[in-house]
Nanobody, 125 residues
Framework: QVQLAESGGGLVQPGGSLRLSCVAS????????MGWVRQAPGQEREVIAR????????YYADSVKGRFTISRDNAKSTVYLQMNSLKLEDTAVYYC??????????????????WGQGTQVTVSS
């Protein structure tokens, strides 16, 4: 199994940027499709970005497409989420998650096997 630890959350103004990091330990990170999942108060978890085991393919939810970028450095066992042009509605707890399935199948939160503890992102003026 793999353990995940996120960092980089915080308070940012609308239009600002943040970069989240997720460091993995335990099993080799190349065994997993990696995703970023967010959950706003009163809402279900939403998979907003996911990346192929080797970083070949990336997929984004329409809500973040063109603003967020997922990447991974397998040598550092780290996954990143660069968030630009942040909006008020991006406020949520952001989780790093690992899926044993393929990147095409890992669309929903239930497809992920391992989760980090989450990091709060608050967009506010």
């Amino acid at each position: 199994q793999v353990q995940l630890a996120e960092s980089g959350g915080g308070l940012v103004q609308p239009g600002g940027s943040l970069r989240l990091s997720c460091v993995a330990s335990g099993r080799e990170i190349t065994s997993y499709t990696m995703g970023w999942v967010r959950q706003a108060p009163g809402q279900e978890r939403e998979v907003i970005a996911r990346i192929h085991r080797l970083g070949i393919f990336t997929y984004y939810a329409d809500s973040v497409k063109g603003r967020f970028t997922i990447s991974r450095d397998n040598a550092k066992s780290t996954v990143y989420l660069q968030m630009n042009s942040l909006k008020l509605e991006d406020t949520a707890v952001y989780y790093c998650a690992a899926s044993s399935g393929g990147v095409v199948e890992a669309v929903g939160a239930t497809k992920y096997d391992y989760w980090g503890q989450g990091t709060q992102v608050t967009v506010s003026s």
